[in-house]
């Protein structure tokens, strides 16, 4: 894990509740009008004494200060970048005003003990992590505020592990993770949202996870990219997925993204993306072009017999156990069939819960 955080500006918009009170506006504004008249009435003669000082300001005085507080906190509002929000939606920002933070890899050697950490647990992924690794090592090089890889995109068949690897990777940068299935949901409404107007406008979940989180760095993982439908608005404009990503992944535009929901620009430069497919049909070339494609093979039985080791040894699981999983799943393959990196997960879940079960006597 990296430890280091950096807090980088995050919302364009000036969080309304930096705008005062309109009593306050009212208050202050009085004040100032009994002080400057205070001060010609003192030059005029030898000064007003305390009763005449409540005295100086008049009930049409008062009318008139009301009108240019409400016109100066409309002017406020309005060059916030917020003002057109509901009330709602305005107390979500605030939390926003002081920035976000961000991971930070200090030094390449961090790099290094993040990169061999994750391959230790999953080997095949080996391409995968050399990719994220020089990333790391180039944001330390670099001195950035906070660290980035190239996007990427995994290929491959089910079941290899390919976004069990990018939720490990976010717990060894210990950032958090939002996960969107592009094929059970509107996958563009899904990660950016939607503008007011729609039946069902929200926040996405890109902005919900900063939110959330309070964190402007997180991993976005987008499974089964190769498959992701449009929607039609009744209007007939098309909203895809693809869309919505290729500003967010090109990092000068993500740095001034604006949130269709609340309209108003974030910076969205620190996020950092994992995508998987099945396969290369069906992926669109614009997006390919912003990204690292990787195509990875299946798992073998060697390898997977290496993950139960390795996770067996790290769940704290006995000899006896570990080799049960790796019996389980040699008898699997000698069956004609090959367990998915997600039924050996389950497998040692399984022997873990038994593990802590109490004995009976």
């Known amino acids: 894990m990296t430890g280091a955080t950096t807090k980088i500006p995050f919302c364009a918009a000036r969080p309304l509740d930096d705008i005062l009170l309109l009593s306050e506006l009212q208050n202050r504004f009085t004040q100032k009008l009994r002080e400057i008249r205070m001060e010609l009435n003192h030059r005029k003669s030898e000064g007003l004494n305390a009763e005449n000082f409540r005295t100086v300001i008049t009930a049409a005085d008062t009318a008139k200060i009301k009108r240019r507080a409400v016109r100066y906190r409309e002017r406020l509002r309005s060059q916030s970048g917020a003002g057109h929000l509901p009330q709602r939606d305005e107390v979500m920002l605030p939390p926003l005003r ?17 990169a061999a950490a994750l391959h230790e647990e999953m080997p095949w992924m080996a391409p995968a992590t050399e990719v994220v690794w020089n990333g790391l090592k180039a944001s330390a090089r670099d001195g950035l505020p906070g660290l ?22 976010a ?11 592009a094929t059970g949901e509107p996958a563009a409404f899904s990660l950016v949202g939607s503008q007011r107007g729609w039946s069902t406008a929200n926040p996405g979940k890109l902005m919900q996870t900063a939110l959330r989180e309070q964190h402007a760095g997180p991993i976005v993982i987008i499974d089964e990219l190769e498959k992701a439908g449009n929607v039609q608005s009744a209007q007939g404009s098309r909203h895809t997925l693809t869309d919505a990503l290729l500003p967010l992944l090109e990092r000068m535009t993500a740095a001034t993204w604006e949130c269709p929901y609340f309209q108003v620009r974030f910076d969205m430069s620190w996020v950092n993306w994992v995508m998987t497919a099945n396969r290369r049909q069906g992926l669109p070339a614009p997006l390919l072009s912003r990204c ?16 139960v080791e390795t ?3 790290k769940r704290g699981l006995s000899r006896v156990a570990i080799d049960a999983v790796s019996d389980a799943i040699q008898l699997t393959v000698s069956g004609g069939r090959k367990p998915s990196l997600r039924t050996v997960s389950r497998m040692l879940e399984s022997a873990e819960l038994l593990a802590q079960r109490p004995v009976l006597h």
């Open 148 to 169: 980035r890889f190239h996007p990427l995109v995994l290929v491959g068949p089910p079941g290899i592990g390919k976004s069990f690897w990018a939720r490990r990777l």
């Open 292 to 307: 690292v494609v990787l195509d990875l093979p299946e798992l073998t039985t060697w390898q997977l017999r290496g993950f």
């Open 311 to 313: 996770q067996g040894g």
């Open 171 to 181: 717990h060894h940068l210990d950032v958090p993770t939002t996960s969107i299935d």
């Open 98 to 114: 002081d920035g976000l933070p961000v991971a930070r890899i200090m030094t390449e050697h961090g790099a290094d003990e993040i």
